[in-house]
């Protein structure tokens, strides 16, 4: 009754051996109604990409926090791990690495991400701040004393979360609910929630291109700009 030939060979797909025509037989096909010769599967789940669409499926679950980018290379912050994506130009093609505990990194579970001018990335888990030294492959727990973090933080692992990385001077900028830790390991300084920038809880960082810092706090924006110190943007009352 079903008289259906996808290839359009004169032979019905219920007797078709190589229903897509790309001379790889269906049970060894791993997409079998769509051609894909070379049978690409770049997130190794067994699914050819040829039936998934890239990068949407390649992730490593839905709880994405983060990402941050660098050239051809993209960094992704998940309740998965972390996810490493290069991209060859010349191939037109993503080359991918997931890590976790499994692989080195100190918890499964990233919440946010930025790039040094080194190509290393930080990355806020729930096991504090970690940098994953790309040339050799290790990873590095950046651990915060009381001193470190000063007004910014009791319980620094807990508070912490986000991080964002200044690429021209690799000055670090560290997130927590009351202020934010920059510098370098060694030496920090706080900047705490109500000594300049709103008095309210903080969620995000962002950098600006011409080096501005800005804050995202529950008490509305807050911009530190060099040599003038903070400004306060916030909601009418």
């Not at 060979?9 to 037989?25: L, W």
């Not at 001193?147 to 690799?170: F, L, S, Y």
């Not at 903070?230 to 009352?237: A, D, I, M, Q």
């Amino acid at each position: 009754i079903d008289q259906r030939d996808l290839d359009g060979d004169g032979v019905g797909d219920a007797c078709d051996p190589d229903i897509d025509n790309d001379q790889v037989p269906n049970d060894d096909d791993n997409c079998p109604y769509k051609r894909n010769l070379e049978q690409l599967d770049r997130n190794e789940d067994g699914r050819g990409d040829a039936c998934s669409v890239f990068l949407v499926n390649h992730l490593p679950d839905t709880n994405v926090w983060d990402l941050a980018s660098d050239e051809n290379s993209v960094w992704v912050a998940s309740s998965g791990g972390a996810t490493y994506w290069r991209y060859d130009p010349e191939k037109d093609r993503f080359s991918h690495a997931r890590h976790t505990i499994a692989s080195g990194m100190p918890a499964n579970v990233a919440k946010a991400v930025a790039i040094d001018r080194n190509g290393n990335p930080y990355f806020v888990t729930t096991a504090g701040l970690s940098v994953h030294i790309v040339t050799s492959g290790e990873w590095r727990e950046v651990a915060f004393t009381p001193a470190d973090v000063g007004q910014c933080a009791r319980t620094p692992v807990t508070e912490m979360v986000d991080v964002e990385v200044n690429r021209k001077t690799n000055t670090i900028y560290v997130g927590f609910q009351g202020g934010i830790v920059y510098g370098r390991p060694g030496s920090w300084a706080c900047w705490p929630r109500g000594g300049g920038m709103p008095d309210g809880t903080l969620s995000k960082i962002r950098l600006a291109p011409n080096g501005d810092v800005w804050a995202i706090t529950s008490f509305g924006l807050g911009r530190y700009r060099e040599g003038r110190g903070w400004s306060r943007f916030t909601p009418p009352e």
